[in-house]
């Protein structure tokens, strides 16, 4: 090959305009999952701490301690119940941390839409690390049902996460098909 011959060009890979906004709202879907996750557990019954004053004794009726936000319940004095909840995330740096990968979720998603190479590595990107927590959240679940039985909202939330985040990277990584030629192709005579 002389230094006159034209490099070879790669041809660019054609992003799928019917597969990424599907994905797009998978991955919308699955982050907004991840950030009300803990708030599913908590209402499916899976209260992670709790320090109880039981009503009339006023004795503690947990050993379980507990950091997040007392709430008193009914009645006053040594009648009144208080329930102290923490969410299991790690607190608000969980938090903190589930809203920015919903706002990075967001930004790849209306780059998705938008059929933006940038959106879709970003969207896999991302797919791919809320597929890691997913399994992490699973694997307890998995181990402790060996032990005992496993919350079930806890073991379908990890589940669908892992779901949502596969289809996210399967949809966002099939090629689309070439287009038409731009020349149009000669007639062909009939005669």
């Given at each position: 090959m002389s230094s006159l011959d034209p490099k070879p060009v790669k041809p660019k890979r054609i992003l799928n305009t019917k597969l990424l906004p599907i994905a797009a709202l998978l991955l919308v879907v699955l982050a907004l999952l991840f950030l009300a996750a803990p708030l599913i557990r908590l209402a499916g019954g899976?209260?992670?701490?709790?320090?109880f004053?039981?009503?009339g004794n006023g004795q503690s009726g947990s050993s379980v301690q507990g950091s997040g936000p007392q709430v008193l319940i009914g009645g006053a004095g040594s009648q009144a119940q208080t329930r102290r909840f923490t969410v299991g995330t790690?607190?608000?740096g969980g938090i903190i941390l589930y809203f920015v990968m919903l706002l990075v979720s967001l930004a790849a998603a209306v780059g998705m839409l938008f059929t933006r190479?940038?959106?879709?590595?970003?969207g896999i990107i991302i797919a791919v690390l809320y597929g890691l927590l997913g399994l992490v959240s699973l694997l307890p679940l998995l181990l402790i049902r060996i032990v005992g039985a496993p919350?079930?909202?806890s073991l379908v939330l990890g589940i669908v996460h892992v779901l949502l985040s596969v289809s996210v990277i399967v949809l966002a990584s099939i090629p689309g098909?070439?287009?038409?030629?731009l020349t149009p192709a000669p007639a062909s005579s009939s005669a």
């Amino acid at each position: 090959m002389s230094s006159l011959d034209p490099k070879p060009v790669k041809p660019k890979r054609i992003l799928n305009t019917k597969l990424l906004p599907i994905a797009a709202l998978l991955l919308v879907v699955l982050a907004l999952l991840f950030l009300a996750a803990p708030l599913i557990r908590l209402a499916g019954g899976t209260q992670r701490a709790g320090n109880f004053v039981t009503p009339g004794n006023g004795q503690s009726g947990s050993s379980v301690q507990g950091s997040g936000p007392q709430v008193l319940i009914g009645g006053a004095g040594s009648q009144a119940q208080t329930r102290r909840f923490t969410v299991g995330t790690g607190g608000r740096g969980g938090i903190i941390l589930y809203f920015v990968m919903l706002l990075v979720s967001l930004a790849a998603a209306v780059g998705m839409l938008f059929t933006r190479r940038w959106g879709q590595v970003l969207g896999i990107i991302i797919a791919v690390l809320y597929g890691l927590l997913g399994l992490v959240s699973l694997l307890p679940l998995l181990l402790i049902r060996i032990v005992g039985a496993p919350n079930p909202v806890s073991l379908v939330l990890g589940i669908v996460h892992v779901l949502l985040s596969v289809s996210v990277i399967v949809l966002a990584s099939i090629p689309g098909k070439p287009g038409l030629p731009l020349t149009p192709a000669p007639a062909s005579s009939s005669a």
